[in-house]
Antibody, heavy 119, light 108 residues
Framework: EVQLVESGGGLVQPGGSLRLSCAAS????????MSWVRQAPGKGLEWVSV???????ISADSVKDRFTLSRDNSKNTLYLQMNSLNAEDTAVYYC?????????????WGQGTVVTVSS | DIQMTQSPSSVSASVGDSVTITCRAS??????VAWYQQKPGKAPKLLIY???SLLSGVPSRFSGSGSGTDFTLTISSLQPEDFATYLC??????????FGGGTKVQIK
């Protein structure tokens, strides 16, 4: 079965760090464009960052220089290292696969992991 | 950055009604527009890609259209399971993506 499973969310103090994981099954994560998308409470979706098959990362201005993407091909897992967290980073974080064949649409999503930044 | 302005923000409709949702891009884009359905506490589900292509398995009552700056999602003959929030996404700047603010389809 093709699926993504996120983990690593939790409560963190402002200025703190957290690392999210996204484990893929049923397909090879490193052959795809993999993104993180977040949703603040009661708000819409915000694209956060992408890691291409070739290893290029692009991030939204709101998280640039604070969030870093990486992957472990042996574990078929994507990571999001989040540093210098602030209240505006509080959200459900989803990892998702984007396919060129679907004109950049995200066809597979994880169930989401909740990040709460609060003192 | 390309912004996607979605309207209306909410709509009330009855089972069997037809509903049309619009997304307007802040500049002309290609047809790399996708539509998603999201239910409370769940991840979004891809319905339509390339503005008008229906993902396999999605009911044919969902349809998309548009070009340039204006794109629409139409749900004909609403079913009980269709009451949800719908979001558009542009991928003209792929692999970046920008989402619209969402439209909540509620039961009248």
């Amino acid at each position: 079965e093709v699926q993504l499973v996120e983990s690593g969310g939790g409560l963190v103090q402002p200025g703190g760090s957290l690392r999210l994981s996204c484990a893929a099954s049923g397909f090879t994560l490193s052959s795809n464009y993999m993104s993180w998308v977040r949703q603040a409470p009661g708000k819409g979706l915000e694209w956060v960052s992408v890691l291409s098959a070739g290893g290029t990362t692009i991030s939204a201005d709101s998280v640039k220089d604070r969030f870093t993407l990486s992957r472990d091909n042996s574990k078929n897992t994507l990571y999001l290292q989040m540093n210098s967290l602030n209240a505006e980073d509080t959200a459900v974080y989803y990892c998702a696969r984007a396919l060129v064949e679907f004109s950049g649409g995200f066809d597979i999503w994880g169930q989401g992991t909740v990040v709460t930044v609060s003192s | 950055d390309i912004q996607m302005t979605q309207s209306p923000s909410s709509v009330s409709a009855s089972v069997g009604d037809s509903v049309t949702i619009t997304c307007r891009a802040s500049q002309g884009i290609n047809n790399w527009v996708a539509w998603y359905q999201q239910k409370p506490g769940k991840a979004p589900k891809l319905l339509i890609y390339a503005a008008s292509s229906l993902l396999s398995g999605v009911p044919s009552r969902f349809s998309g259209s548009g070009s340039g700056t204006d794109f629409t999602l139409t749900i004909s003959s609403l079913q009980p399971e269709d009451f949800a929030t719908y979001l558009c996404q542009q991928a003209n700047t792929f692999p970046r993506g920008t989402f619209g603010g969402g439209t909540k389809v509620q039961i009248k």
